[in-house]
C-alpha cells in the first residue's frame, strides 16, 4: 500500500502534512532551484491547487507569495 499513512499525523490530520511537505519544498528545493538558476520570476503549482511565486526585489533578496486551496 503505498498511500497508506506512515504516521499518526498523516492518519489523522493528512491535509496538514501534507502543506508541511509542500511549504518545505518551496521553502527549500524550490528556493534553491531559483537560486542557483540565477531567474528573476518562477511560478509553480501543485495537484492540490496550492500555488507559489517566487521573485526577486530589488535588494536581490527573495520573495515568495504563496496562496493555498482548502476544500471542507
Do not use: H
Not at 511537505?21 to 496550492?50: H, I, M, Q, R, Y
Amino acid at each position: 500500500m503505498a498511500n497508506a499513512p506512515q504516521t499518526i499525523e498523516e492518519e489523522y490530520n493528512p491535509e496538514g502534512v501534507t502543506r508541511r511537505k509542500w511549504e518545505e519544498f518551496v521553502s527549500k528545493d524550490l528556493a534553491a532551484f531559483f537560486v542557483d538558476s540565477k531567474l528573476e520570476k518562477l511560478s509553480c503549482e501543485d495537484e492540490a491547487g496550492n500555488k507559489v511565486k517566487l521573485s526577486r526585489t530589488k535588494d536581490g533578496e527573495i520573495k515568495i507569495e504563496s496562496s493555498s486551496i482548502i476544500i471542507m
